[in-house]
């Protein structure tokens, strides 16, 4: 059963690769799933393992577990079977594969990530270094697409099985992984299975667990408490620390329920003395450890963001009561601990987050005496108890009140705090300085600055307290901490300079002055010194001096009797009596020197300094000095102190690290012990071994000695073999080239044979046409009959000739005597009768016409015919030359050239043999009737006055009808000529190649209509249907099918102009290239290899096709190219007709492949982005050779503004697509560009134009 925080690892792959060793193993250990557990929908849990086994990367028990499946092991160990003998593919298939299903999976609106994504492009660059033609097995893929963590994407899944296994073994595959989905959906009865803390259920059997998740790697910096923190608790087993392992995504809970527990949490904080706990001593370690660090950190920035958040006063006491107790809560020492081991840590942190901050303040008071263990104390007694509450050694209201300019001051700008400075100063704090009331430091508080927003709250809450906002809590973070010590004996201050007086005073029996009683060698208790107050002796009256001036020069009257008994001592007197009293207040027992004395005895002393004003420069030196010494000294004492914190800590982390170490060593100890007896094992068996192998060595030296002989045998015959098989590639290759020698002999026999099959023919209708005339002759009789007549119709011919003459006689003699009588017949010179309309110049026309024999009318009519019958005559004897076969051939024709008003090319007539054997007067008569059967079933009569139906258009609502040109009522049919027609559409084309790419992005007929409407208004339509009529009725000529083609929209208005000058530009070529033979005439094979020349592009079956459009004969024999590439519009070259049609079924191949691909990348809207558009033709062969400028010109936009992201209209854009040049360079003729290479690239077509009969 493959667990579900697996498939949670498959599909989110850690980028990195930590864990890859853990999570790889997890996946090659798998066995098949259990009926009780769930069987995750995407099958990833199966295919992933089934392609593992199918390259011998699944561990063989987990093979054989699903191998020895009840229902389905048989099958999968045939597919295992099928993927390991899978014959090796090409890996552009597999690319092309995994392309395909990634663009499937996208359309339908799946997210791939970033790693799937750069599959194709992975195989694509890992294929491209392999040797063409490679050939790539299963395991070679599977590396590929592997990921680090061993997770298969699924398209690349799907992809691998369908490419080795084929369709069939892979929905076999996909058959049998829904049949263990079935199974694990309706599994039987199981043992309830325990639910964790949170409420979540657990996932996935107990003997496969989830990688457990990474550390932060950026947590590495611990100080040494942390150290051993981490290190002792690195033997605990996994099992036993359920804490460790990072909650899942899905066990994560929800914010609202992480805010309201927020909540709850700082209101129970109201229950808290801050001022109280603050003053209760607690050892708290420096900073939490390394794996820790950014629980910690967090912490921190919820504290701070709690604070910048309080809107109120119960909620800024709240979140700095959180800020105070943060270091008090999570870094409190256990009681008798040292170092902690990682659950316990994380319960604390599990508790926090939980909101549990009571129980942890809790905890924390606990610990408060193990606290007090950690130094030399005074003993706990009543008497302790006492000094430390005794008033008299600590004033209950000040000497005096302080000055108000001072408590009142304000400054005159509000004081702002740099960032920079800030952050600066927090990094270069000292390590290992004290903490602050709260326990909070610099290591620990450093941790803000490793996350910004962190940082900038820290900084926030900073400006905020800076600029004035005074904290609630300000009582309990300036609350003096006490503690009861021993004070050494006779530590002096003269112990601490190192100067011990030779005398002691204070032992004679002698009083020296004020204060001697305080001087005492027992040791007492004193609370911890404050700072001194350092008193300037220069400045005019000293505190001192000011108090006792206020004192003593008050008013008689209010002063008691003692004091005015007092005031008659003098100052000397009074000085010591004030003295007393003052010490007396402080208290008589101390240590020596006090503080409070020395400030005592130098108000004193300053006091009497003004007494004495003779001596007053002395003193004033003397005091100075004093003072500076005093100075230096207490600089040296705080510098002590320091060191004694710092060597305090140290030892306390000795302490640490020696323990830590010991536990290492003998962790290490038992290691390697058991390593030794293992070892010692291992060599006792490996000696066994040894003896062995050195048996099984002599024996497989003798095998060994006789293999060889047998290898030097062996060697020998494959020499042999070689040699004989080289004789025998010889052999082969003689008799292939022999094979080929005769095969072309067959060929060239066959070929005979058809020729003499075909003159076989030919004589044979010779014979059967001579039998028929011979059946078909009359009998003499009617022959003589016949000339009787003919003679007869002669003598007839003559009469009326002379009746004729004789009449246009008569009529000369009429305008003659019209003359004489009209009065025109004096002096004529000058002037020249001229008939009503203009008479025509007739010419003789090369023969054709007898100008001065007819009347213009005769004459016209005359013509007419004889155009009529050269122009049918024409296109039938060229039918007969190939133009017929062109047109039926052609698909293009076949498809859009099939209307009820076409005229077809050449209209067949049914004929008999007895037709073509009458006498040449009956011939002559037949053909006639023969040419005016075909001419009127052409609908080109003479006669032929238009019947009713032929005047008008029958309605046309035919789909293949454009719908701007369709009518439901008949249209007068104007019958428009080809040159009209012509002259018409080209005009409208010429006038759209002028505007461009604003009038191509549109219909063709939409401009003609719009052509139309201005210049005829009305009757455009009409005018319109007549245009379609025409274009239709005339559509089996490459000139009218190409504007067929234009306004269905089949084709662009390049490849319509293309397609007219596509003759012409080829004899232009032929022209240039041929110009140095000087002359027109050139063999078929030199023909048609320089029409191969020009069209590179064109298809092989083409260019076969048009070798039997040539004139009969050989390869050698000469033709024309003028003759044959000549483009005229009524009499119709079959090399230019089957060129044409070729052209316009090439064009409109790549036309609806165009509009394809285009229908593929429209998205909503009917928008077609750019990079959709690139990446659709690079799958394709020819639309591949599109350029950026062909883009930019379908997105009408410049080549520079092209980039991903724009987009155009799919109709625009199919329309700007076809009159780009890709039509032009791939089917349109270019003279080449090396004429020496013409012969070297056409080897190939001299067998072609050989093999075809000429």
């Known amino acids: 059963m493959q667990p579900d925080a697996l498939a949670d690892t498959t599909r989110q792959c850690p980028a990195n690769g930590q864990h890859t060793a853990s999570t790889n193993q997890l996946w090659t250990h798998q066995?098949?799933?259990?009926?009780?557990?769930?069987?995750?929908?995407?099958?990833?849990?199966?295919?992933v393992l089934l392609l593992l086994a199918?390259?011998?990367?699944?561990?063989?028990?987990?093979?054989?577990?699903?191998?020895?499946?009840?229902?389905?092991?048989?099958?999968?160990?045939?597919?295992?079977?099928?993927?390991?003998?899978?014959?090796?593919?090409?890996?552009?298939l597999l690319q092309h594969i995994l392309a395909t299903l990634q663009d499937i999976a996208t359309a339908s609106g799946q997210r791939l990530a970033a790693a799937e994504n750069n599959l194709p492009a992975a195989l694509r660059a890992a294929g491209s270094t392999q040797p063409s033609g490679t050939l790539v097995h299963l395991p070679w893929a599977v590396e590929l697409c592997q990921q680090p963590g061993g997770y298969i994407p699924a398209t690349a899944q799907e992809a691998l099985l369908q490419a080795f296994l084929g369709e069939q073994q892979a929905s076999a595959a996909a058959t049998l992984a829904q049949q263990w989905h079935s199974l694990a959906r309706n599994p039987g009865p199981a043992e309830p299975t325990p639910h964790p803390a949170n409420g979540v259920a657990a996932e996935g059997p107990p003997a496969s667990p989830p990688p457990t998740p990474r550390s932060n790697a950026s947590e590495s910096d611990s100080s040494s408490t942390t150290t051993s923190a981490t290190a002792s608790s690195s033997s605990i087993p996994t099992a036993d620390r359920p804490a460790e392992d990072a909650p899942q995504p899905g066990m994560q809970a929800n914010p609202s329920t992480i805010e309201r527990r927020h909540r709850q949490a700082l209101a129970s904080l109201d229950s808290i003395d801050a001022h109280a706990v603050l003053q209760q001593k607690c050892f708290k370690y420096k900073q939490p450890p390394s794996f820790l660090r950014g629980l910690f950190r967090t912490a921190l920035s919820t504290a701070l963001g709690t604070i910048l958040a309080a809107n109120t006063e119960e909620d800024n006491l709240r979140a700095w009561k959180l800020w105070c107790l943060l270091p008090r809560m999570l870094l409190h020492w256990q009681c008798g601990v040292r170092t902690l081991p990682k659950p316990v840590w994380r319960a604390r942190f599990a508790q926090f987050?939980?909101?549990?901050?009571?129980?942890?303040?809790?905890?924390?008071?606990?610990?408060?005496?193990?606290?007090?263990?950690?130094?030399?104390?005074?003993?706990?007694?009543?008497?302790?108890?006492?000094?430390?509450?005794?008033?008299?050694r600590r004033p209950q209201q000040p000497y005096h009140e302080p000055d108000p300019a001072i408590t009142n001051f304000?400054?005159?700008?509000?004081?702002?705090?740099?960032?920079?400075?800030l952050i600066s100063l927090l990094r270069r704090t000292r390590r290992g300085a004290a903490p602050g009331p709260s326990g909070l430091t610099e290591e620990a508080l450093r941790f803000v600055l490793d996350d910004e927003e962190a940082t900038t709250r820290f900084v926030q809450v900073a400006e905020v307290e800076w600029s004035g906002r005074d904290a609630p809590i300000t009582s309990g973070l300036g609350a003096p901490t006490f503690m009861a010590c021993k004070i050494p004996v006779r530590k002096t201050l003269a112990d601490v300079v190192g100067v011990v007086p030779q005398d002691r005073p204070w032992e004679t029996a002698m009083s020296l002055g004020p204060g001697d009683a305080c001087w005492s060698s027992n040791p007492g208790v004193c609370h911890v010194p404050q700072k001194r107050n350092n008193l300037s002796a220069r400045s005019g009256r000293s505190p001192f001096a000011q108090v006792a001036g206020s004192q003593l020069g008050s008013a008689r009257g209010e002063r008691t009797?003692?004091?005015?008994?007092?005031?008659?001592?003098?100052?000397?007197?009074?000085?010591?009596?004030?003295?007393?009293?003052?010490?007396?207040?402080?208290?008589?027992?101390?240590?020596?020197?006090?503080?409070?004395?020395?400030?005592?005895?130098?108000e004193a002393f300053g006091r009497a300094i003004e007494l004495l004003p003779e001596y007053r420069p002395l003193f004033y030196s003397y005091q100075r000095e004093v003072d500076d010494f005093i100075d230096k000294l207490q600089e040296q004492v705080r510098d002590l102190l320091n060191a004694e914190g710092r060597l305090k800590t140290t030892k306390m982390e000795t302490i640490a690290f020696v323990g830590e170490s010991t536990l290492r060593f003998q962790e290490e100890v038992r290691c390697l012990r058991k390593s030794l007896e293992e070892c010692e094992k291992s060599r006792d068996q490996l000696a066994q071994e040894k003896a062995t192998m050195q048996g099984n060595f002599t024996n497989m030296k003798h095998r060994s000695d006789r293999d060889k002989w047998l290898a030097e045998e062996s060697h020998k015959q494959n020499l042999d073999i070689l040699s004989n098989l080289e004789r025998s590639e010889k052999q082969v290759e003689a008799l292939r080239k022999q094979e080929r020698e005769s095969y072309g002999e067959i060929a060239k026999l066959q070929h005979q044979v058809k020729e003499q099959d075909q003159r076989n023919k030919m004589v044979e209708a010779q014979l059967n046409a001579e039998r028929l005339k011979h059946t078909s002759l009359v009998p003499r009789e009617e022959h003589e009959a016949l000339k009787e007549q003919l003679q007869a119709a002669r003598h007839r011919c003559l009469e009326l000739e002379e009746m004729h003459a004789a009449k246009e006689k008569d009529y000369q003699n009429i305008v003659e005597a019209y003359k004489s009588v009209s009065g025109h017949g004096h002096d004529t010179s000058g002037m020249e009768a001229r008939p009503l309309t203009p008479r025509p110049i007739w010419t003789a026309c090369r023969g054709l016409l007898d100008p001065e024999s007819l009347r213009s009318m005769q004459q016209g009519e005359l013509l007419q015919d004889l155009v009529v019958r050269i122009m049918y005559s024409s296109r039938t004897l060229l039918a007969a030359y190939g133009l017929q076969s062109a047109s039926q051939k052609s698909s293009v024709l076949g498809k859009f050239a099939r209307h009820t008003l076409t005229i077809p090319l050449v209209v067949e007539t049914s004929g008999s043999a007895a037709d073509r054997l009458k006498t040449p007067q009956e011939a002559s008569t037949a053909t006639d009737a023969w040419n005016e059967q075909a001419i009127g079933s052409a609908g080109v009569d003479k006669n032929d006055s238009f019947k009713e139906d032929e005047k008008w258009l029958p309605p046309d609502m035919e789909a293949t009808t454009p719908m701007l040109l369709r009518h439901q009522e008949k249209v007068r049919h104007q019958r428009f000529s080809r040159k009209k027609t012509l002259d018409f559409l080209e005009r409208v084309l010429q006038m759209r190649m002028r505007e461009g790419d604003n009038v191509l992005s549109r219909p063709y007929l939409e401009t003609m209509m719009e052509v139309l409407n201005q210049e005829l208004g009305e009757e455009a339509s009409c005018f319109g249907i007549n245009i379609l009529a025409s274009v239709r009725r005339y559509a089996a000529e490459p000139d009218f099918l190409s504007f067929l083609l234009l306004l269905r929209g089949h084709v662009s208005d390049l490849v319509v102009r293309d397609n007219r000058t596509l003759c012409p530009e080829i004899l232009r070529i032929f022209r240039t290239y041929f110009e140095s033979d000087g002359s027109t005439r050139v063999s078929k094979e030199k023909f048609f290899k320089a029409l191969r020349e020009v069209l590179p592009h064109k298809e092989k079956e083409h260019c076969q096709e048009l070798v039997t459009y040539f004139p009969p004969g050989g390869p050698t024999t000469l033709v024309n190219y003028e003759w044959l590439l000549l483009d005229d519009q009524y009499v119709l070259s079959p090399i230019v007709y089957a060129l044409r049609l070729q052209h316009l079924e090439e064009s409109l191949s790549l036309s609806e492949r165009m509009e394809k691909v285009v229908r593929s990348c429209v998205k909503e809207g009917g928008l077609v982005k750019l990079e959709n558009m690139e990446a659709a033709c690079k799958d394709d062969s020819v639309l591949a050779f599109l350029q950026p400028e062909d883009f930019a010109?379908?997105?009408?936009?410049?080549?520079?503004?092209?980039?991903?992201?724009?987009?155009?209209?799919?109709?625009?854009?199919?329309?700007?697509l076809k009159n780009c040049g890709i039509f032009h360079e791939l089917y349109f003729p270019a003279l080449p560009e090396d004429d020496g290479a013409l012969g070297e690239s056409m080897e190939d077509t001299t067998g072609e134009i050989q093999d075809v009969a000429m």
């Open 561 to 602: 009797p003692a004091e005015a008994q007092s005031r008659l001592w003098s100052g000397a007197a009074q000085i010591t009596a004030w003295v007393e009293r003052e010490l007396q207040t402080l208290g008589q027992a101390g240590p020596v020197p006090q503080q409070d004395r020395v400030r005592i005895l130098t």
């Open 410 to 421: 304000e400054p005159d700008d509000p004081l702002h705090i740099q960032r920079h400075l």
């Open 54 to 92: 199918g390259t011998n990367r699944l561990q063989p028990e987990a093979t054989a577990a699903w191998q020895q499946t009840t229902n389905t092991g048989q099958a999968w160990h045939r597919l295992v079977m099928q993927l390991q003998t899978a014959a090796p593919i090409p890996w552009q």
């Open 353 to 392: 987050e939980a909101g549990q901050w009571t129980a942890l303040l809790h905890q924390a008071a606990t610990q408060a005496s193990s606290a007090l263990l950690s130094g030399p104390l005074a003993p706990g007694t009543e008497h302790t108890l006492a000094e430390l509450h005794n008033p008299d």
């Open 1193 to 1216: 010109r379908a997105f009408q936009t410049q080549l520079e503004d092209l980039a991903p992201g724009v987009e155009q209209k799919s109709s625009e854009l199919a329309d700007l």
């Open 31 to 47: 066995g098949p799933p259990e009926g009780r557990h769930t069987v995750h929908p995407t099958h990833s849990w199966f295919y």
